[in-house]
């Protein structure tokens, strides 16, 4: 009969334990889950159509990207040249701390590029040190933070339509300290999504594939 109450006697305690477990298992999941998309994140999977069908294609292009680059950063030729510079990017971007990394890459990118007019659709590497629209900033920036360590689901690339241009514009966000910047290549600085009221954003593009925002 003592050793049934001394065993009944733990049991308080191991709920207390298990408690506590489930506790801090909660508390980080809901650390690391994914942040819903920036301006707000009201958006719906597109299955199918031109963009997703694009989107996929340079996304598996960035996988190209990634090994090209592994490749030329063990290589003294000098036909790395691009590769290289995209490296360089990168291994300085390494070096810093927090805001420092993403500002760094959003400055250096803007400044390796030069501005052209609507084009297609070209890869990190292919961009680098070449002319190329919004979407050539925006690619090689998503590879650049994807290579410095940010994990997939705190970048995104954001279709926006600029009010009163007729064009639409794409941009990158990535999250950080709790909160979506915009990296664009029409300024260096780093700007809150919700600071940015010039945009509507019209869609979202990451490792998920392509998401349409719902009308507000």
Partial sequence: M????AISGTLPNVRAILAALALVIGMAHFAYARPIDPFGGNT??????PLVEGWQTVYEELGGDHALLGACV?????ECGPPRTLWEIITEARDQDGLAIIGHINRTINLSITPFEPSEWLTAVDAINAEGDCKAYA????FALRE?????????LVI???R?????????AVYQDGRWLIL???TLALVQDVDETQYAPLFILDDHGVRLFQTR
Avoid: C, F, W
Wanted: proline content about 7%.
């Fill in 2 to 5: 003592p050793r049934r109450e």
């Fill in 44 to 49: 719906i999977d597109v299955p199918q159509g």
């Fill in 74 to 78: 063990d290589s003294t030729s000098t």
């Fill in 139 to 142: 690619t090689a920036k998503y």
């Fill in 148 to 156: 410095v360590g940010i994990p997939a689901d705190r970048v995104r």
């Fill in 160 to 162: 926006v339509h600029q």
């Fill in 164 to 172: 009163n241009h007729v064009e639409d514009h794409m941009v990158v």
């Fill in 184 to 186: 664009d290549n029409l």
